[in-house]
């Protein structure tokens, strides 16, 4: 059964705060060694959130981080399966070369299928992308914030079609999203596909929840 379409607020961009939920037996000091950047610490995260530095956290409540604060590094993605003829861009040199099983995929890179060409994808959080025959896929964005926090993933579907299966987000503010020339996509742990058209956006939910608007 195909879920309806929700019109729901974006999920956080790469500014603003984060609302973080406590876990149990979790400290300041825990905290900020887990999530924080080198150049902050707990006194400043209990500081900012206007709460004494030493002052006791109970499961369940939240404190708001800056997302310039997290710690972030990329996320890349894995080739899982290819089937047919199936191209990967590389970035930044913007070479070309027969994507495989295997193969490791970075920001900025592409995948490109040919007519009889499909590729099976896998993020670093377990979702997967299954690209169609005669499509073309940027990754403009493969980003992990903390250790095991909030994800940021986006990609640009140029044309063609992909299949999806995300992972729910286990934190709020973590974003997967697909842009195609006429729309965009942004996603909280579903089933869907996306297909990109000289006449528009296609977008096919079968489970779960989609965010759909026109890119503006």
Partial sequence: AHAELTLAPTPADSDGD???????DETPSAIADRILTQRRNAAQLMSYNGRARDAALEPGETLQIPVQWLQNRPK??????????????????GSRSRLNEGDTLNVGD???????????????DGSTLAIKPDSRLRFNRLT?????????????LERGRINTEVEPFE??????????????????GT??????????TLLEVREGEVWFGDGE
């Fill in 110 to 124: 592409g995948v490109r299928t040919a007519s009889d060409g499909h590729a099976r994808i896998e993020l670093a």
């Fill in 144 to 156: 992990q914030y903390g250790r095991g926090a909030m994800a940021d993933t986006r990609m640009n």
């Fill in 18 to 24: 984060w609302t973080y939920t406590i876990n149990p």
């Fill in 191 to 200: 089933q869907f596909s996306v297909e990109s058209r000289p006449d528009g």
């Fill in 171 to 188: 934190h709020r503010g973590s974003r997967f999203e697909i842009e195609t020339p006429s729309a965009v996509a942004a996603v909280r």
């Fill in 76 to 93: 890349p993605a894995t080739t899982t399966a290819v089937r047919g003829k199936a191209w990967r861009t590389s970035h930044p040199e």
